[in-house]
Nanobody, 125 residues
Framework: QVQLVESGGGLVQAGGSLRLSCEAS????????MGWFRQAPGKERECVGSIMWTGRSTLYADAVKGRFTVSRDNAKNTVFLQLNSLKPDDTAVYYC??????????????????WGQGIQVTVSS
């Protein structure tokens, strides 16, 4: 069982930055591939980025490439999402999720086993 808790969301102006954190419980965090998803009102949940359990591979949605960065610190059981050059269209509830153990990267939300409660990110114009 993995429990995930996000933090770091909030309100920011367009062009600004935020750093989301997701802390995991348990001693097996390092074996889980982690994903960040977002869901805006009336829209489907979409993957913005994923990082493999090894930390050596990542994937990003086209809409956020070059602006968002996923990283992880296995010693601290934490995965991060750095959001730069934010746009109003980035406004959504952001979720971290875990799949594994020893799973490949995936952008499919159905393939993730564990989810955080979500955190609001609002970008004003």
């Amino acid at each position: 069982q993995v429990q995930l808790v996000e933090s770091g969301g909030g309100l920011v102006q367009a062009g600004g930055s935020l750093r989301l954190s997701c802390e995991a419980s348990g001693r097996t965090f390092s074996t889980y591939t982690m994903g960040w998803f977002r869901q805006a009102p009336g829209k489907e949940r979409e993957c913005v980025g994923s990082i493999m359990w090894t930390g050596r591979s990542t994937l990003y949605a086209d809409a956020v490439k070059g602006r968002f960065t996923v990283s992880r610190d296995n010693a601290k059981n934490t995965v991060f999402l750095q959001l730069n050059s934010l746009k109003p269209d980035d406004t959504a509830v952001y979720y971290c999720a875990a799949r594994g153990p020893f799973a490949l990267l995936s952008s499919a939300w159905e393939s993730y086993n564990y989810w955080g409660q979500g955190i609001q990110v609002t970008v004003s114009s």
